[in-house]
């Protein structure tokens, strides 16, 4: 059941002014208290005006549903993806297992004259199979970091239409850990305020 926001945050959709001032003034309270845990580099990046703006997108509670649905998508994809890599790597070991287990047989019928060059063919075979199976994990992961890469852009993007501060596109790690940064304290936030 989806509570209205306007009995979480009661009176700040209301048109109260008072109100909405009075929210906005504890956003930025908690979340300069908040911002005290995390690193001096990001301190020293967040200016007051940016933690006001921040309060100012977090009042009727919105970002924190969004913030939510985007937690839920990433934690859903990385699960498929990795279910998706884990059947790669089994199916490719009982195929390897079965390669094997033919090659067993196959030493077993041969006869001791044809042993060295079988033995040649084998090995030859069983190092094809070891440089597939690797070629087909690095695209694997390729696949996977790629789709998880469109995932943070996705998110950037939806974060920066809601009007959240500091979300744009972008691949600048100095930037990314920022909007971790930001993330974290919008969900530090939204915790605390669960729990009352």
Excluded: W
């Amino acid at each position: 059941m989806m509570m209205d926001q306007m009995d979480v945050y009661p009176g700040v959709t209301d048109g109260d002014p008072a109100k909405h001032q009075e929210r906005h003034y504890y956003l930025l309270s908690e979340l300069q208290t908040l911002v005290k845990d995390l690193p001096s580099s990001f301190q020293q990046r967040l200016s007051y005006s940016t933690l006001g703006d921040l309060a100012l997108a977090l009042i009727d509670g919105t970002v924190y549903e969004i913030v939510q649905g985007l937690l839920d998508i990433q934690h859903l994809t990385e699960k498929n993806l990795y279910t998706q890599r884990q059947k790669l790597h089994s199916e490719r070991q009982a195929f390897k297992q079965d390669l094997l287990r033919k090659h067993k047989d196959a030493l077993q019928t041969c006869k001791s004259h044809n042993l060295t060059l079988l033995k040649s063919n084998q090995q030859a075979e069983l190092e094809a199979l070891e440089i597939r199976v690797r070629e087909e994990q690095r695209v694997m992961d390729k696949k996977i970091v790629a789709e998880m890469d469109q995932k943070v852009i996705d998110q950037q993007n939806t974060l920066e239409k809601a009007g959240v501060p500091g979300f744009f596109i972008t691949t600048n790690p100095q930037e990314l850990t920022m909007q971790m940064n930001l993330l974290e304290l919008i969900l530090k936030l939204q915790q605390k305020e669960s729990q009352y």
